[in-house]
């Protein structure tokens, strides 16, 4: 999220981790996980279920506010163990207070490269997510944010963003005309563009990490790594105000992770982005391939580097 990001960051602290008095049984959330090396680390959620309806295209905006509002609202389950098959082993772990887990895995180099499933379960819970197993020969890579960079969010207006987030669903949320064939004639760079090393950057909570995940899919964007925000109530959660220290972080961590990769940083100039990619290249110069920025801030005295490109002339390119 953008301009919204820290008062519905803040609900989510304050609201989403109340007890839900309804909520009965439980739903499990695997987050995808990324290696090129031995190890990976793959986290997840345990939280007492819901019974919403799935999202449809012709759902009211009342029923996707009732909706969204449920996502963010949820109570953990603490203390509780959870079992992964991943890398054709099986692993377990318990959550914490705030219902999350981390699982560390191991001897992953004797995988063949690609996507491989990874498998939760939690009580009568089951969810499945990806480990991609990044190809030594994939190596262009590519980062993108989402809010106004590929999803429609009008972060320059308050009342159209909260609209946009709130009062819509996946089905009917806007794709950035052009942006999903672009990526995947990014991903068709690579060897295997199947595997590609494509990553999602969001500052969305994690709460609205299967919405996103949903868009994606919908809209036809390539398959890729969804990374967005742990926000909780205690010392473990991710910046809550700072996006820049969050977004450099995760970037950084990417680009560690992955040394052979060359990335193209794709973000907006709503907020921080062109500034993020700037200290990114400066930082790492011969990591950054290229820099491309969708204009949509209504100040024109915005600063704009000359090493960052428009997004609107790339996607006008035949």
């Not at 009568?124 to 960079?149: C, F, H, Q, R, W």
Request: aromatic share 6%; proline share 6%; glycine share 6%.
């Amino acid at each position: 999220m953008k301009r919204i990001a820290r008062s519905v960051i803040v609900f989510s602290v304050c609201a989403g981790f109340a007890a839900d008095a309804f909520a009965a049984e439980e739903a499990i959330a695997i987050y995808p996980a990324y290696a090129s090396g031995d190890a990976a680390a793959v986290e997840g959620r345990v939280i007492a279920s819901e019974d919403a309806a799935p999202a449809s295209a012709t759902d009211s905006r009342r029923t996707n506010a009732g909706r969204n509002l449920g996502l963010m609202m949820n109570q953990e389950r603490e203390a509780y163990r959870v079992d992964v098959r991943a890398a054709d082993t099986d692993w377990s772990a318990i959550t914490d207070e705030e219902g999350y887990f981390r699982i560390e895995l191991r001897g992953l180099s004797r995988l063949s490269p690609g996507w491989h499933p990874v498998v939760g379960r939690a009580g009568e819970a089951m969810a499945e997510s990806g480990l991609l197993l990044v190809p030594k020969d994939n190596v262009a890579g590519l980062i993108s944010d989402l809010d106004d960079t590929i999803l429609v969010s009008e972060v320059n207006s308050t009342r159209r963003l909260l609209g946009n987030t709130f009062l819509g669903n996946p089905l009917q949320r806007e794709a950035v005309p052009g942006t999903a064939g672009l990526y995947r004639t990014l991903a068709s760079r690579n060897a295997d563009p199947a595997a590609a090393p494509t990553f999602y950057l969001s500052a969305s909570p994690r709460q609205l990490h299967g919405s996103i995940q949903a868009f994606l899919d919908h809209n036809g964007f390539p398959r890729g790594v969804l990374i967005t925000k742990r926000v909780t109530n205690d010392a473990t959660s991710e910046p809550l105000r700072d996006q820049v220290a969050y977004k450099v972080a995760k970037i950084e961590e990417i680009l560690r992770r992955l040394p052979a990769v060359r990335f193209t940083l794709i973000g907006d100039d709503g907020e921080r982005d062109p500034e993020i990619y700037r200290q990114i290249r400066e930082r790492y110069p011969d990591r950054v391939a290229a820099i491309w920025i969708r204009r949509v801030h209504p100040d024109p005295e915005r600063a704009r580097y000359s090493d960052q490109g428009d997004l609107a002339e790339l996607l006008a390119q035949p």
